[in-house]
C-alpha cells in the first residue's frame, strides 16, 4: 500500500502540474458557473435555478466533458515515454501497484480539477437560491466521479497496449472511444429505433441506456435527481422493463460496476504480460 | 549474480537473441557488444524483468529468482539507453521519489546528487535539464540503492567529460563493492578501459566472450614492433640482408624506408631481438604498437556477421 500511495501521491503532483489539467478545471469552472447562471438569465433576474435543476443542467457538460478528459489526461499520462517507463517498470515493484497507483494519482487530480467547477456553480446557487435540492447536486458529483472512474479504467486499457510506445496511436484511440461512446451509440440507437415499432424501439433505447458507461451514468443520475418524471412515459417503461425501482438500481448499478471494473482488470492482465 | 540460461526473444518473426548462455560473476564488470539491432537492449531489458523471454530463462541474485518476479530485482539497478524523466518535476523530487520506493534512508539523496554533479540543478525542473543532464540524473537514479547488479544501457552515450569521470568510478566503486556490472557502448574506449570480459553479440547470437586477459593476448597478436638500426660503415642493413634471417621467425616482416617492421605476437619480438643481435646489428630504435580493440572488434564481427545475416531488433 505504501508504494501504491507513493506512485498515487507522484501522478497526483504530476497531474495538478499538467497544463490540460489547469485548463480542464478552468473550462469545467466556466460552463459550470455559466450552466448555473444560465437560470438566472432565463427567469428574467428573478433568481437562479434550485441545485435540482442546475444539476439537471450540468448532466449533459458532465457526460460530454469528462470522459474526454478521462481518457485523454489518462493516456498520456498512463502511456509514459520508454526511457521513462523503463525506469519505473524495472523497479522492485508490482506492475499491478504502478498501474493501480498512478490511476488513484489521476482520479485524484480530476476530481481536485472538477472540485472548482462544482464548488463554483454550488456558490452561486447557493448564494442565490439556497441548499433546496443539494441532493440532487451531491448525485450529479458522484455520477461525474463514476465517470472519471469509469474512463480512467478505459484510458489504463488503451495505454496498457502501448507501453513506452505507440502513445499517439493510444491518443487516437482514445478520442474515438470518447466518440463512440458519448455520440455515436445514443445516435444509433436513436437511428435504429426510428425504424421500428413503438415497443421494440422502447426496448432498444433502454438497452442502449444501460449497456453504455455514459448512457448507465447519464440515465441514473437524472432518474435519482428527478424521479420517475426524468425521462415521462419512457422512465414508467424502464421501470416496467427493469421491474421496479428496484430493478433499475441493480441494472444500473452493474452496467456502472462492469465499466468501473472489467476494464481495469484487463489493463492490469494486459500490463503483466507486455515487453516495456 | 546475472544468469542468461539459453535466453531468447522473438518480436513476431523477428528473433532478436537466440540461445544466450552468459554469466556475470559477483565483481565483475562485463561490456556487451555488437552492432545496431544485434540484440544488446533486449537482452539488458530482460535481465531488468521488462520482456518476457520467449525462451530460456534470465535469473538475478544469490539464490537465483527469475528476473520477471518483481522481489527479484530488488538486487539490481538499471539505466535504459534513452532515460526521460516527467519534465514537472525536479531533479531532487525524481531522486526522492526512487529513494522512497526503494526504502532508503534520506542521506543517499545528497549523496548520489552531489556524485552526479546536479547538486546545482536539483530544484530546477527537468524539462529545462539538457540531455546530458538527464543522463547523469539518470545516472543518480541508478546509483540510488547501492544494488548488487547494475545494468546500464550505453551508459555515457550522452555524458560530457565531467560525466564520464562520474561513470567511471561508479563503475570502478561497484567493482570494488563486489557488485556484478553489465554494460552496452559503442565506445570501446570505455568498453577497454572498465570491463573485465567483452561479449559480442552479432545476430543475437553469442559470437565471443573474451576476458581481460585474453582481449591482451589477442591484442598483442596484433600488434607491431619497429626496429631501426645503427648505420655501420661497410655492412648492408638492407632488407635483403636482414629479411631472410627475421622470417623464419617471424613470416609477415617486412622493410620499410629505415625500418624493420615485425607484426606478431609480442613472445616472438624478444626473440627477433636476440637474433638481429647474434647478426651483430646494432639496434637504435625500438617502437612496439599493440592492436586496437576496435579492429578486433570489427574482425569478430565481420566473421561472423556472414553467418547470422543482417542484425535483430
Known amino acids: 500500500m505504501k508504494k501504491l500511495r507513493l506512485f498515487a501521491a507522484e501522478e497526483l503532483a504530476l497531474a495538478l502540474r499538467s497544463r490540460w489539467t489547469q485548463i480542464f478545471a478552468l473550462v469545467f469552472a466556466a460552463l459550470s458557473a455559466a450552466v448555473a447562471g444560465a437560470g438566472y438569465v432565463l427567469s428574467g433576474g428573478q433568481g437562479v435555478q434550485d441545485f435540482a435543476r442546475?444539476?439537471?443542467?450540468?448532466?449533459?457538460?458532465?457526460?460530454?466533458?469528462?470522459?474526454?478528459?478521462?481518457?485523454?489526461?489518462?493516456?498520456?499520462?498512463?502511456?509514459?515515454?520508454?526511457?521513462?517507463?523503463?525506469?519505473?517498470?524495472?523497479?522492485?515493484?508490482?506492475?499491478?501497484?504502478?498501474?493501480?497507483?498512478?490511476?488513484?494519482?489521476?482520479?485524484?487530480?480530476?476530481?481536485?480539477?472538477?472540485?472548482?467547477?462544482?464548488?463554483?456553480?454550488?456558490?452561486?446557487?447557493?448564494?442565490?437560491?439556497?441548499?433546496?435540492?443539494?441532493?440532487?447536486?451531491?448525485?450529479?458529483?458522484?455520477?461525474?466521479?463514476?465517470?472519471?472512474?469509469?474512463?480512467?479504467?478505459?484510458?489504463?486499457?488503451?495505454?496498457?497496449?502501448?507501453?513506452?510506445?505507440?502513445?499517439?496511436?493510444?491518443?487516437?484511440?482514445?478520442?474515438?472511444?470518447?466518440?463512440?461512446?458519448?455520440?455515436?451509440?445514443?445516435?444509433?440507437?436513436?437511428?435504429?429505433?426510428?425504424?421500428?415499432?413503438?415497443?421494440?424501439?422502447?426496448?432498444?433505447?433502454?438497452?442502449?441506456?444501460?449497456?453504455?458507461?455514459?448512457?448507465?451514468?447519464?440515465?441514473?443520475?437524472?432518474?435519482?435527481?428527478?424521479?420517475?418524471?426524468?425521462?415521462?412515459?419512457?422512465?414508467?417503461?424502464?421501470?416496467?422493463?427493469?421491474?421496479?425501482?428496484?430493478?433499475?438500481?441493480?441494472?444500473?448499478?452493474?452496467?456502472?460496476?462492469?465499466?468501473?471494473?472489467?476494464?481495469?482488470?484487463?489493463?492490469?492482465?494486459?500490463?503483466?504480460?507486455?515487453?516495456? | 549474480m546475472i544468469s542468461f540460461r539459453s535466453f531468447s526473444k522473438s518480436f513476431g518473426a523477428q528473433l532478436a537473441v537466440d540461445g544466450l548462455n552468459l554469466e556475470v560473476a559477483r565483481g565483475e564488470v562485463l561490456a556487451l557488444l555488437g552492432p545496431n539491432g544485434s540484440g544488446k537492449t533486449t537482452t539488458l531489458k530482460a535481465a531488468a524483468g521488462l520482456i518476457v523471454p520467449s525462451a530460456g530463462a534470465v535469473m538475478l541474485g544469490e539464490p537465483p529468482r527469475s528476473a520477471q518476479e518483481p522481489a527479484a530485482r530488488e538486487v539490481l539497478s538499471y539505466l535504459p539507453q534513452k532515460v526521460s524523466f516527467p519534465d514537472a518535476l525536479t531533479g531532487r523530487e525524481i531522486v526522492e521519489f526512487y529513494r522512497e520506493l526503494r526504502d532508503l534512508p534520506g542521506e543517499r539523496v545528497p549523496k548520489v546528487m552531489r556524485f552526479a554533479s546536479l547538486n546545482g540543478a536539483g530544484e530546477r525542473m527537468v524539462g529545462t535539464y539538457s540531455g546530458g543532464m538527464v543522463q547523469r540524473l539518470g545516472l543518480a537514479v541508478a546509483m540510488l540503492p547501492e544494488a548488487p547488479v547494475f545494468l546500464l544501457d550505453e551508459p555515457t552515450a550522452a555524458l560530457d567529460p565531467d560525466g564520464l569521470c562520474a561513470f567511471d568510478a561508479l563503475v570502478q566503486h561497484a567493482r570494488e563493492d563486489g557488485r556484478a556490472v553489465l554494460f552496452t557502448s559503442h565506445q570501446l574506449g570505455d568498453v577497454e578501459r572498465l570491463a573485465d570480459r567483452f561479449a559480442i553479440l552479432v545476430g543475437g547470437r553469442l559470437v565471443a566472450c573474451l576476458s581481460a586477459s585474453d582481449l591482451k593476448d589477442r591484442l598483442a597478436e596484433r600488434g607491431v614492433m619497429r626496429l631501426r638500426f645503427a648505420p655501420v660503415e661497410g655492412r648492408d642493413w638492407t632488407a635483403e640482408a636482414v629479411l631472410p634471417a627475421v622470417r623464419p621467425l617471424a613470416p609477415a616482416a617486412s622493410w620499410s624506408g629505415d625500418e624493420l617492421i615485425v607484426p606478431g605476437p609480442a613472445s616472438v619480438r624478444p626473440r627477433v631481438l636476440d637474433l638481429v643481435r647474434t647478426l651483430g646489428i646494432e639496434v637504435r630504435g625500438l617502437t612496439a604498437d599493440e592492436g586496437q580493440l576496435g579492429e578486433l572488434y570489427r574482425e569478430l564481427v565481420a566473421e561472423a556477421a556472414p553467418a547470422h545475416g543482417e542484425g535483430a531488433k
Open chain 1, 54 to 276: 442546475t444539476a439537471v443542467s450540468l448532466v449533459q457538460l458532465v457526460v460530454l466533458l469528462v470522459p474526454l478528459t478521462a481518457l485523454v489526461i489518462g493516456v498520456l499520462s498512463l502511456a509514459p515515454e520508454r526511457g521513462a517507463a523503463e525506469l519505473i517498470y524495472s523497479q522492485p515493484v508490482p506492475r499491478r501497484t504502478v498501474l493501480l497507483g498512478k490511476l488513484l494519482g489521476l482520479f485524484q487530480a480530476l476530481a481536485a480539477a472538477q472540485a472548482m467547477g462544482f464548488g463554483a456553480a454550488g456558490l452561486l446557487v447557493y448564494s442565490q437560491a439556497g441548499s433546496e435540492g443539494v441532493g440532487g447536486f451531491v448525485l450529479l458529483v458522484l455520477a461525474s466521479l463514476l465517470t472519471t472512474a469509469i474512463f480512467l479504467g478505459l484510458a489504463a486499457l488503451l495505454a496498457t497496449g502501448a507501453v513506452g510506445r505507440k502513445r499517439t496511436r493510444a491518443l487516437a484511440l482514445a478520442l474515438v472511444v470518447w466518440f463512440v461512446a458519448v455520440v455515436l451509440l445514443d445516435l444509433a440507437a436513436l437511428g435504429i429505433a426510428s425504424v421500428l415499432p413503438s415497443g421494440p424501439a422502447s426496448r432498444v433505447l433502454m438497452v442502449a441506456a444501460i449497456v453504455n458507461p455514459v448512457g448507465a451514468v447519464r440515465t441514473g443520475a437524472l432518474l435519482g435527481i428527478e424521479g420517475t418524471g426524468a425521462f415521462g412515459a419512457a422512465s414508467l417503461a424502464l421501470f416496467r422493463f427493469t421491474r421496479g425501482a428496484g430493478g433499475v438500481g441493480v441494472v444500473l448499478g452493474a452496467s456502472v460496476l462492469f465499466w468501473l471494473v472489467v476494464p481495469t482488470l484487463f489493463a492490469l492482465r494486459r500490463l503483466r504480460r507486455a515487453d516495456v
